[in-house]
């Protein structure tokens, strides 16, 4: 049966550890961190799709002081956690409840959404999600904003399971984790856990090619078996779309002026 995290003591069970199946979380979060970092202007704003517990944001804002973050995610009891977690920013950040299958019908605060992260969420998003997600990421950043995306990816190969094997075992004897009891024993196996888990991780090269269609320069920026770093850059140039949107808001202030 998949996790439920709209569940309050799933919820909490998952925030008290969150590397023990994936021991590669703290490297490549570390990883997003730095890129946030410095990427990051004052007066944009940081949307999450996908803020869990608030573990990453409280990470943010000792990274970054002084930054905005809007967060979305399905699971009230998590945005509970997250509340209690981050009191100390407040008035740093706001949530909003939402199921990102849905994303066409998300309405985000105003703003200028200069960075998008999201953390080990979108892989319960089937290929035709994706691409709407993909291309509601791509429409909310402003010209030259950053996407970063940390994520699980598909083993698509049979023939190279017990390659991923090897490694996992690797990893779980140093760090002491789990990794291969998650995974399966087996590729069937390790088909029908994801299936169970109501996780549908895409392939490497997909991710690739759908940020790429939705408008972004994109690129795996670290890879660990099925542990992936990637980051889109939107253009600087405005689409036909973002520009006449533009002139229709220059419009209507003048109006109000």
């Known amino acids: 049966m998949p996790q439920d995290f709209r569940d309050p003591n799933t919820a909490r069970e998952w925030d008290a550890d969150t590397s023990y199946y994936n021991p590669m979380r703290p490297e490549q979060l570390e990883m997003l961190l730095a890129l946030a970092a410095a990427e990051y202007q004052p007066g944009q704003?940081?949307?999450?799709?996908?803020l869990g517990s608030g573990q990453v944001e409280a990470l943010l804002f000792?990274?970054?002081p002084g930054a905005q973050v809007v967060g979305v995610d399905a699971s009230a009891a998590m945005l509970e956690i997250a509340r209690e977690r981050l009191q100390p920013y407040a008035a740093q950040y706001?949530?909003?409840?939402?199921?990102?299958?849905?994303?066409?019908?998300?309405?985000?605060?105003?703003r200028d959404y200069g960075i998008v992260i999201s953390i080990q969420t979108l892989h319960h998003l089937?290929?035709?999600?994706?691409?709407?997600?993909?291309?509601?990421?791509?429409?909310?950043?402003?010209?030259g904003g950053?996407?970063?995306?940390l994520d699980r990816i598909a083993v698509e190969y049979a023939s190279l399971f017990g390659c991923y094997q090897t490694l996992w075992a690797q990893q779980d004897a140093q760090r002491g984790s789990?990794?291969?009891?998650?995974?399966?024993?087996?590729?069937?196996?390790?088909?029908?856990?994801?299936?169970?888990?109501?996780d549908i991780p895409l392939?490497?090269?997909?991710?690739?090619?759908?940020l790429r269609a939705a408008g972004f320069e994109a690129a795996c920026l670290h890879l660990y078996?099925?542990?992936?770093?990637?980051?889109?850059?939107?253009?600087?140039?405005?689409?036909?779309?973002?520009?006449?949107?533009?002139?229709?808001?220059?419009?209507?202030?003048?109006v109000l002026e």
């Not at 704003?45 to 996908?50: A, K, S």
């Not at 009891?181 to 109501?198: L, M, P």
Request: charged letters at 25%; hydrophobic letters at 40%; one cysteine or more.
């Open 126 to 143: 089937d290929d035709a999600q994706m691409q709407r997600a993909y291309a509601f990421i791509h429409r909310t950043l402003r010209p």
């Open 203 to 210: 392939g490497l090269a997909r991710h690739l090619e759908l």
């Open 94 to 110: 706001s949530t909003l409840l939402h199921d990102l299958t849905q994303i066409d019908t998300l309405t985000l605060p105003a």
């Open 62 to 64: 000792e990274r970054i």
């Open 146 to 149: 950053l996407f970063l995306l």
């Open 178 to 198: 789990h990794v291969g009891t998650q995974e399966g024993a087996t590729f069937a196996e390790h088909q029908a856990k994801n299936r169970d888990r109501a």
């Open 45 to 50: 704003t940081i949307l999450d799709l996908g």
């Open 225 to 254: 078996t099925h542990r992936a770093l990637f980051a889109g850059r939107k253009s600087q140039l405005l689409t036909p779309a973002e520009f006449e949107a533009n002139c229709l808001a220059q419009r209507s202030e003048k």
